[in-house]
């Protein structure tokens, strides 16, 4: 499988990825960028509008995903250790045991329509992920209007991008429990800003919607088409 993954990449003249962890994989592997075209993934807008802000009386933060090593749940857990914070979690239950203090909740698998109901429930949404492509709960729960806290290994970095405002998204480095733990501090206080309906897309919205990146992708393959046909 991974000769024949290295063959394609060598064999293709564009390889399409989503993220600028994932292009400077490949940079770093000696590919040359002008092969590299990075398109963040979109999100369904229609299943995830603007929620409105909760009524917590514990600052709550909301994970999706497999509770697992890959998905940086151990780490998560320590940088809840001792803090006045509420965690949900929605998936499955991977390799990382789960946290015993009263403070965590594990919801189990949900279906994706009814994520809006767990999202509209949390302050901020927590991806500490070592390793992802890009996460798609991160764009669904921008798209409800949380905040976001990641590392720099999911693509939250690219959806801040898109948005008018990045700094509703708070990037930090993985396997770092204080850098975490400062960072969900950061979004909870960015979080107690805001009022009535979350809208944090804004003016913006349509550029996480799917059309979008297919639009992206349309012109990418538009323009490459072109440059061969220049070339020949």
């Known amino acids: 499988n991974v000769r024949r993954e290295l063959w394609g990449y060598d064999f293709a003249d564009v390889i399409s990825i989503p993220s600028k962890h994932v292009e400077r994989s490949f940079l770093e592997r000696g590919f040359p960028k002008e092969k590299l075209f990075r398109n963040p993934y979109g999100v369904d807008l229609t299943m995830f509008p603007p929620t409105a802000k909760p009524q917590n009386k514990v600052p709550t933060l909301v994970f999706a995903g497999t509770w697992s090593l890959q998905k940086g749940c151990d780490v998560l857990a320590k940088a809840m250790e001792g803090q006045p914070w509420r965690l949900i979690h929605v998936g499955s239950v991977g390799d990382a045991p789960l946290p ?133």
């Open 100 to 232: 015993k203090p009263a403070n965590f909740e594990s919801r189990g698998m949900v279906s994706q329509s009814k994520l809006v109901g767990i999202y509209v429930q949390a302050d901020v949404f927590v991806q500490p992920s070592r390793q992802e492509g890009l996460s798609l709960v991160q764009a669904q729960a921008l798209s409800c209007g949380l905040p976001l806290v990641c590392t720099d290994r999911t693509g939250g970095e690219d959806l801040a991008e898109l948005l008018e405002d990045p700094s509703w998204v708070t990037v930090v480095k993985p396997d770092d429990v204080t850098a975490l733990r400062a960072g969900i501090e950061q979004a909870l206080v960015r979080a107690g800003t805001q009022t009535g309906l979350r809208d944090i897309l804004g003016a913006v919205r349509e550029r996480l919607s799917w059309r979008a990146y297919g639009e992206r992708y349309d012109e990418e393959l538009k323009r490459r088409v072109a440059l061969m046909k220049i070339e020949t």
